[in-house]
């Protein structure tokens, strides 16, 4: 198993640019989400989703949109970008339901808006 | 609403000593807890976690973590600190309410151990 993979792994963008961040599990995970990761922030919910045509927001959502249409991918557009979305993100999946299941992370994608 | 502590940004040990990562809790309800790691330029991996029974949890990599309900506590705690062990140590706290997964993330705490 792949576990959950991201592209790409870096990314510059100029303000105003729109970008696709791709995330995929082959792990038939239900539940995967974004998180971005600023310096002394710890990780942020941007959305979420437990399972194809179904998203919700986060914490941090403005900014940023989700599908999902298939169980595996988990795409997250960045609309317009701005220099406050330089982060790291990382994408995650995991089971769901009432137990805590652990979530499995991709390696990230650095992202610079300049 | 639900949060998690981490008090110390970077905790300093030397190699072979015991080390302790710290986390306090916030929840409304009953606490489901965790741990995770990021080594450098990599994504998080689980380390353990609390849902019931136990207070003292047995992890990946030979750490484990404490519960403290009166303390509202959840350490991480490994007897013998390896170098290898020196990266971003994350606690979290399962968001409560509903069939979800979102988790509430600390601050993270680097752990640097000295050969």
């Known amino acids: 198993n792949a576990g959950v993979t991201q592209t790409p792994k870096f990314q510059v963008l100029k303000t105003g640019q729109s970008m696709t961040l791709q995330c995929a599990q082959d792990?038939?995970?239900?539940?995967m989400s974004w998180y971005r990761q600023d310096p002394g922030m710890g990780l942020r919910l941007i959305h979420y989703s437990v399972g194809a045509g179904i998203t919700d927001q986060g914490e941090v959502p403005n900014g940023y949109n989700v599908s999902r249409s298939t169980t595996e991918d988990f795409p997250l557009r960045l609309l317009s970008a701005a220099p406050s979305q330089t982060s790291v993100y990382f994408c995650?999946?995991?089971?769901?339901?009432?137990?805590?299941?652990?979530?499995?992370f991709g390696p990230g994608t650095r992202l610079t808006v300049t | 609403a639900q949060s998690v502590a981490q008090p110390e940004d970077q905790v300093n040990v030397a190699e072979g000593n015991p080390l302790t990562v710290k986390c306090t809790y916030s929840?409304?309800?009953?606490?489901?807890l965790f741990w995770y790691v990021q080594y450098p330029n990599r994504g998080l991996q689980f380390l353990l976690k609390?849902?019931?029974?136990?207070?003292l949890v047995k992890g990946s990599y030979g750490f484990e973590a404490e519960f403290n309900k009166s303390q509202t506590s959840f350490h991480l705690k490994k007897p013998s600190a390896l170098v290898s062990d020196s990266a971003l140590y994350f606690c979290a706290v399962r968001d409560y309410g509903g069939a979800t997964n979102k988790l509430i993330f600390g601050t993270g705490t680097l752990l640097a151990v000295q050969p």
């Open positions: 609390y849902i019931t029974g136990d207070n």
């Open positions: 792990m038939n995970h239900e539940y």
């Open positions: 929840v409304s309800g009953n606490p489901y």
């Open positions: 995650a999946s995991s089971l769901w339901g009432l137990s805590s299941y652990e979530q499995y």
